[in-house]
């Protein structure tokens, strides 16, 4: 399967919309600590805007939601695997992603046969605490082999500067949330990271 090799996460649609235009093709929402009804608004709202722009759009966690809105992705934590209905969401023909950080994990998301594996963090991030410290380059390398086909996203700490490494290290992909959404001009930094990425 053929991803966009940079994959940027916002927590409302509000990103997207300055977002888009600028050429994105994949893109999560990531929305935390809101009402349901908000989520469900929020998920209409970026879907019929990555529809518009031609974009792929990832839900993160609510799979629900994201199969109600008629949705193609879903990106799955492994907390939220627990409660996760899998079979409903193969049913509904969903794409699924899915986080790993460990072995154990890594070993529980090929089981499920993802469509892609996230790693991370590849290096220190400010978004979460984590209990893992960072993975870096060769972990990245390791990954790759043990997931073969599937696309291989690497997330964590990650910056225009720091793409072009972990892609050359394995990783089919690069995802930055912070990178652009702290910078002081998101949309010039959105740019370069189109470039850097090509």
Not at 12 to 26: A, E, H, Q, T
Not at 40 to 49: F, G, M, N, V
Not at 169 to 174: K, L, N, S
Request: aromatic share 8%; with cysteine; proline share 5%.
């Amino acid at each position: 399967m053929n991803l966009a090799r940079f994959y940027p996460i916002f927590d409302n649609s509000d990103w997207l919309r300055r977002m888009l235009p600028f050429g994105i093709k994949l893109v999560q929402l990531r929305i935390k600590n809101q009402p349901k009804s908000k989520v469900c608004e929020e998920i209409a709202i970026s879907r019929e805007l990555c529809q518009s722009q031609g974009a792929v759009l990832v839900i993160n966690d609510y799979w629900q939601e994201a199969i109600d809105a008629g949705c193609d992705w879903v990106h799955l934590g492994q907390q939220d695997l627990d409660g996760a209905d899998l079979a409903a969401i193969k049913k509904a023909g969903l794409k699924l992603g899915v986080s790993t950080h460990d072995d154990l994990e890594l070993e529980r998301a090929l089981a499920i046969n993802p469509d892609y594996v996230a790693f991370g963090p590849i290096y220190p991030t400010v978004l979460k605490k984590m209990k893992w410290r960072q993975q870096g380059l060769p972990r990245v390398t390791e990954w790759k082999s043990r997931v073969g086909s599937i696309p291989l996203v690497g997330i964590g700490g990650m910056s225009v500067e720091r793409a072009p490494g972990v892609l050359a290290a394995g990783a089919d992909v690069v995802s930055a949330v912070t990178d652009i959404t702290l910078n002081s001009n998101p949309e010039s930094r959105l740019i370069q990271w189109i470039e850097a990425t090509r």
